[in-house]
């Protein structure tokens, strides 16, 4: 793949279900170091999206390509392995564990000891373990929350928590961290905190798709936007174009809108 090329190539997605036609013929391609926004009404299919192509819902028809190559979103471990990592919109964590052994539970797509290993703890089973320790580490000081290493992960704050399975992802050292609504349920100082982080990732070369019902946010943070309405592509571009697209406004206000 050439450095112009697009990280993630989606072509003609599309998704039922019984009768509910829930993508139809869907394509975006996001280029290596955006941050690519994903918005749209209550039940445009942003997340049955997100679903399709990170492996939860098998689609009915479209061409997946990532970093040059087809993949095919049948696993979630090899949509994981491949290089795509995601959060969901309802947090899911391991809440009885700490936040440090949730963010160390990210890293077993990278790992490489076997049964054995385990079993028996070799030096190098010992050796990648304390690995995997430091790294979880590290990243839960990138987003801020190294002081909670040891809390179980259910007595951090909301916003901590989202903080947590973004740490978590950025385990699996994804080429492509996917977003479900991350400032869902977070106050206003905790979105800023948000956005920081985001520019921080990419800054430091990595992609992310982004499903966000802050539109302030999106258009405020993203590079480009795709905009869904009942399963459709209704625009896409920079979000100062997005933002003024009559499509878009009548998806969001209404058709009477003026």
């Not at 039940?43 to 999206?49: I, L, S, Y």
């Not at 430091?204 to 459709?232: F, N």
Request: charged content about 25%; aromatic content about 6%; glycine content about 10%.
């Amino acid at each position: 793949m050439s450095e112009a090329g697009p990280l993630l190539s989606v072509e003609g997605v599309s998704k039922r279900f019984g009768g509910l036609q829930a993508l139809s013929d869907v394509g975006l391609e996001i280029a290596p170091g955006q941050i690519y926004g994903l918005i749209g009404p209550n039940g445009a299919g942003k997340t049955t999206f997100f679903n399709v192509i990170t492996g939860l819902y098998a689609p009915d028809a479209g061409r997946f390509r990532l970093a040059g190559r087809d993949y095919q979103p049948t696993a979630v471990h090899a949509v994981a392995r491949a290089g795509i990592a995601r959060t969901f919109q309802n947090i899911r964590l391991f809440g009885e564990m700490t936040a440090l052994e949730n963010v160390m539970v990210g890293r077993h797509v990278r790992t490489r000891a076997g049964v054995w290993g385990a079993v028996f703890k070799t030096r190098a089973e010992r050796a990648e373990e304390q690995a995997i320790r430091s790294r979880a580490l590290a990243l839960l000081d990138y987003v801020g929350i190294a002081r909670y290493a040891q809390y179980r992960a259910r007595t951090l704050s909301y916003g901590d928590q989202r903080r947590l399975e973004i740490a978590r992802a950025l385990a699996t050292e994804p080429r492509l961290l996917a977003l479900d609504e991350p400032a869902a349920g977070m106050n206003a100082t905790e979105k800023l905190g948000l956005r920081a982080l985001l520019e921080s990732i990419r800054a430091d070369g990595s992609t992310i798709l982004l499903i966000e019902h802050d539109v302030k946010l999106v258009m405020g943070l993203c590079d480009r936007v795709c905009v869904l309405d009942q399963g459709r592509r209704i625009a896409e571009g920079p979000p100062a174009q997005v933002r003024a697209d009559p499509a878009v406004i009548r998806a969001y206000l209404g058709e009477g809108h003026d």
